[in-house]
């Protein structure tokens, strides 16, 4: 039998990193929402309008999700100026963060993560294995259908878009898309979803590869007790070896979550600068 799940350090500090996302989901969610059904809007500009593939904050700063900009440019479709924009502006964005956006703003983070607290108390069974990699084989694929029908084609299959369409606007089928990966991830295969399949986190983890925001890691007080890894949703990317050789975790697929700095028992990991990462070997001795 495996071992319980670690539970964060006690009080409010331990959950911090957790709080500080659910207030991220939300409050984007609640911008749409608000400036849609409310009119919110500041100095007679709306808050933020449009979706997660195109938006526009205040009236000005334009959004755009590369992902889909890259599918629609692939399937021959002449995109404005405002929307390039809007897709730069994300770019440079998550390569400086990371690959945040699964973590931090992605509504179907809440769904994966209520699926992974339940099944960490049944422990139920991988019903068969499948490879982290398939997300970049799906990742390719759609691009690939973009180009050959003309069709954005996650875009038109995105399980994402479905449940922000329809907790925004109130139509759709995200609901559903969203049960569905609910009971896939809680009885059907652990961190499935996110983990393996979803091509929109491949992107942003190819894209945030070199991301000044990193997790950093002192090899020097770590023990090696593997708390970290139990409670990462990309366990591989704990590599210790690693990372002790890089000052820090380096991989791309690291989401920032943070789940893992408050599991330290030794407080080994914390956030940084990428440059801020000391490999061992090269400190300095007192």
Known sequence: MSAPPHSPKPGLWGWRHLIL????????????????????????????????????????????????????????????????????????????????FCAWVCPMNLVTDSAAWLRGRLNPKNLFVLSRTTRYWILGMALLLSALTGVAAFEWASPISMLHRELIYGVGMGL????????????????????????????????????????????????????????????QVLNLKQAAARGMVASGACTNCGRCLPACPEDSLDFAWRWQAVPHGTRKQP
Not at 68 to 77: K, R
Not at 184 to 206: R, S, T, V
Not at 214 to 221: K, T
């Open 21 to 100: 996302r659910r207030g991220v989901q939300f409050t984007v969610l609640l911008m749409f929402f608000g400036t849609l059904h409310w009119g919110w809007e500041v100095a007679g500009a709306p808050l933020l309008r449009g979706n997660l593939s195109a938006a526009e904050l205040l009236g000005a700063l334009p959004f755009a999700d590369p992902f889909a900009v890259l599918q629609q440019l692939l399937s021959g479709h002449w995109l404005h100026t405002t929307v390039l924009t809007g897709a730069a502006v994300i770019l440079v964005f998550y390569a400086f963060a990371g690959r945040v």
């Open 176 to 235: 559903t898309a969203a049960l569905g990966i609910f009971i896939f991830d809680l009885l059907i295969l652990k961190h499935g979803w996110c983990g393996h399949l979803c091509p929109l986190g491949a992107f942003y983890g190819l894209l945030g590869s070199r991301a000044a925001i990193r997790v950093r890691f002192d090899d020097a007080s770590c023990t090696r007790c593997g708390e970290c890894a139990r409670v990462c949703p990309e366990p």
